[in-house]
């Protein structure tokens, strides 16, 4: 397998992905239960945000559905607060971590998208800017799946990037050289990494090249942004009626952009 130096077309799908990569999925659940970070969960300060935030805008006590909820951090959180509490997320590790920590909240390991949680719903999540790394015909299908889930006045409360994070982001190449390992592998490994950004699309990639010794890995992530008004005419279309925005919800991200835009829409 040879590098891959050139921009990917958008959205290009890589032959590995950090979510299910053995190794690496371990190390994002390390990450998750790191409350001082940013790196895959937020830091535990803007989680008690995003809790409160979720239980002044949904019906207490309801059903619950988060989608791409990690090792629990939010669901654990929100079934303490008598919600009755559905998770789901295709990271084996913290599936398994969840499941251990809370037998009272149903966990499913499993892609959203492609298999999406049968039942009905008053309220649905989809915390730190998910609804991004994906194209949007994925988009699209999951937003009617979330729709077609909720009940009557059903409350879809989800977060991405606008496009303010351009302030943060840049293209551009780097290089890792990790002697004893680290979070990409066990053992030594180089990371040559590439940023590259689709502002027609509203789109940056972070492609990576993982080599190990005579062998190379590529990962390819994705990170949409949006506007205020595309993300609004989106919802719309799918058929949500009210739809509100708010900014500035948390304070500055250690990690990736602090330019993220909460959103609850209602059907």
């Not at 989680?47 to 939010?74: A, E, M």
């Not at 298999?115 to 999951?142: A, S, W």
């Not at 492609?207 to 942004?225: A, M, P, S």
């Amino acid at each position: 397998m040879q590098i891959i130096y050139q921009k990917p077309t958008l959205f290009k799908k890589s032959v590995h992905n950090i979510w299910t990569d053995p190794y690496i999925q371990q190390q994002i659940l390390k990450k998750h239960l790191d409350l001082l970070s940013d790196e895959a969960s937020r830091q535990q300060e803007s989680i008690l945000k995003i809790v409160n935030f979720i239980l002044q805008h949904s019906t207490p006590k309801s059903r619950l559905l988060d989608l791409g909820c990690g090792p629990g951090l939010y669901t654990s959180l929100l079934a303490d607060e008598k919600y009755t509490v559905t998770g789901i997320d295709f990271n084996k590790a913290s599936i398994v971590y969840a499941i251990k920590e809370r037998k009272d909240i149903k966990y499913i390991l499993g892609d959203y998208i492609r298999n999406f949680p049968e039942g009905k719903y008053d309220t649905v999540t989809m915390i730190y800017c998910d609804m991004g790394t994906h194209p949007d015909c994925d988009r699209d299908q999951l937003l009617a799946n979330i729709y077609h889930s909720l009940t009557d006045n059903g409350i879809f409360i989800f977060d991405v990037f606008s496009k303010e994070i351009i302030h943060d982001k840049r293209e551009g190449k780097s290089w890792e050289y990790a002697p004893a390992g680290g979070l990409w592998h066990e053992s030594e490994y180089l990371l040559l990494s590439q940023t590259f950004h689709y502002p027609e699309n509203n789109v940056f990639a972070y492609q990576h090249n993982l080599i190990l010794g005579k062998t190379i890995k590529q990962f390819i992530i994705w990170e949409r942004y949006y506007s205020e008004e595309e993300i609004t005419n989106i919802l719309k279309k799918t058929g949500f009626r009210k739809i509100a925005i708010y900014k500035n919800l948390l304070g500055k991200n250690t990690f990736t952009s602090s330019h993220e835009m909460f959103i609850v829409a209602e059907k």
